[in-house]
């Protein structure tokens, strides 16, 4: 039997890359839209954290990891789960895929819209931080917020150790030193891996409202999937290095320890 054009397309699944674990919860927020979508987890963790990286390292791993993983299955969508990489690699991978490609970017937009006149802290790596997008984005939606900025990697890492330890909050505390205890109305967590510690958040910054992107990106693979995506289930976890999460934590996503991926050396 031959299959039509739409048949072909709906037997591809999903692709979703990031420098670390930090992606698990934007699929986290996919899966409760679309709960038997088959997908493909990419961890870069021989290039984690890239929040320390410069652009041009960030984007020629990021084309890497994907050509790398698209060479391995095929698939019909690209969610990069990465703040960091999204700043700096969306106009470049969708001028190389024909296909819909969704970027994470710091929810500065619903905090400011939330919190009109409010203070509002963006946490997310430097990279994130001092780039020339959230200074776009702070200009177009920020006005009459008191909107300030924290970049830090170590933060990135406590949230990655987390899976491991569990939450130290001692540990965010510190990292975030001379910011903890103050009062802001919404924090936005502008990288995916610190929704893994919302819990030590919270208690920090005194209840404040945690903003982050899932839902939104969740909204967005759920609009945009049409007969795009494939929903059989089948689920496929590669990474750079064995570093992975716990495989407890690795089940709730039906995954067991990575297929490693071995990136080519030039870009395409």
Do not use: W
């Amino acid at each position: 039997m031959n299959l039509g054009k739409t048949d072909q397309i709906m037997a591809r699944p999903l692709l979703i890359i990031d420098s670390g674990s930090g992606g698990f919860t934007i699929l986290k927020s996919i899966l409760t839209k679309i709960p038997d979508l088959s997908y493909t987890y990419a961890a870069d963790y021989a290039g984690y954290p890239y929040g320390n990286r410069d652009a041009e390292e960030i984007v020629s791993r990021v084309k890497r990891l994907v050509s790398a993983s698209q060479n391995q299955l095929d698939h019909a969508m690209i969610v990069v789960a990465c703040n960091t990489a999204s700043t700096f690699t969306l106009p470049v991978l969708r001028r190389t895929y024909d296909i819909p490609i969704v970027g994470v970017v710091p929810a500065i937009k619903p905090a400011c819209e939330r919190y009109p006149r409010g203070k509002i802290l963006l946490l997310a790596t430097p990279s994130t931080v001092e780039g020339s997008y959230i200074d776009n984005l702070v200009e177009r939606y920020a006005t009459g917020v008191s909107l300030h900025r924290f970049g830090s990697v170590d933060l990135v890492r406590v949230a990655e150790d987390s899976l491991h330890k569990g939450e130290q909050i001692n540990l965010v505390r510190l990292v975030v030193g001379c910011k903890a205890g103050l009062r802001y109305d919404a924090i936005v967590l502008g990288c995916t891996h610190f929704p893994l510690i919302a819990t030590s958040l919270r208690e920090i910054f005194n209840g404040a409202d945690l903003i982050d992107s899932a839902s939104g990106i969740a909204e967005r693979v759920q609009t945009l999937r049409g007969d795009y995506l494939c929903q059989s289930a089948s689920r496929r976890f590669f990474a750079t290095k064995d570093s992975s999460p716990p495989v407890a934590f690795l089940r709730q996503f039906g995954l067991s320890k990575p297929q490693i991926l071995r990136m080519p050396f030039s870009e395409v």
